[in-house]
């Protein structure tokens, strides 16, 4: 029964919401209901390559998910981004999620390069999946995205993963998905930002996501969301301790259990030279 539910879980949900399987997000992403297209920190490896040419200090990030609050489902990552050179930035990441009756395992190297107002990023994920009495399937997939900044207040990203359509398996020519995002990003001040952002998966009906981030205090913001079929609920919530940043993100779903996502990122700051 128990791996009857995890097969049906995975047939139903993930070819929606294909990357918050296959791709690290981060808790911040799942606070704001994965509205995160635009967010320029260590998981755009996973958001939005495109948006990773932001990032100005070496970071290394770590995540847990737990969609539905089912043990089988639980994913852990593992990325480290860092810039290379003026405007570029490389990231690597690791992912893991199930246990003993399913796998899934993706290794993914990225970078991405600021060019005037936008920044373009390319990725290449290797996926391996493994079911129990089922064997093991090995793919590659590409990713594609860019971000846009036409003034201090106005962002736009956009995004496809799996351009290429490649396959899991050739029976009934079964291939992974191709989605396609792209979002919005108002930032009055600061303090303040509200994404709008649409997915979709050109099999699927299409996602229309919804998120804001407010920071109520220096080192400490509220995050919140809403997203569409199924329609969801999002929050969350972000500490910054010295070169620690820690988010907590909760999502809720009309028929499952909520999902939790914990993430805990260490920014490499450089050391200041002592005067003589």
Known sequence: MRILLIILLIVNYLPLLAQSYASPKGARAGGMANAAITLQDAWALGNNIG???????????????????????QTVSL?????????TAFGLGIQNMGESLFRETQISAGISQKMGI????????????????????????????GVAQFSEKIWVGAHILNFTQAQVANFQDE????????????????????????EKDIDRKAVVRFGMEYFFLKNMALRAGVRSFPF?????????????EID?????HPQLSPSQFLSLNYIFEKKKKEGK
């Open 79 to 87: 990325a480290f981004v860092a810039p290379i050179r003026t405007n």
């Open 232 to 244: 969801a609920q999002s929050a969350g919530l972000r500490f910054k301790l010295y070169q620690f």
């Open 248 to 252: 907590y993100g909760l999502q809720t």
């Open 175 to 198: 291939k992974y998905p191709v989605v396609m995002k792209t979002g919005l990003s108002y930032r009055p001040n600061q303090k303040l930002m509200l994404n709008l952002e649409t």
């Open 118 to 145: 936008a920044s373009l990023g390319l990725k290449i994920n290797y996926l391996q999946y493994w079911f129990e009495g089922l064997g093991t399937r090995n793919l590659l997939t590409f990713e594609f995205g």
């Open 51 to 73: 948006a990773l040419a932001g990032i100005e200090k070496p970071t290394v990030a770590f995540a847990y998910y737990n969609p539905f609050l089912i043990s089988g489902l």
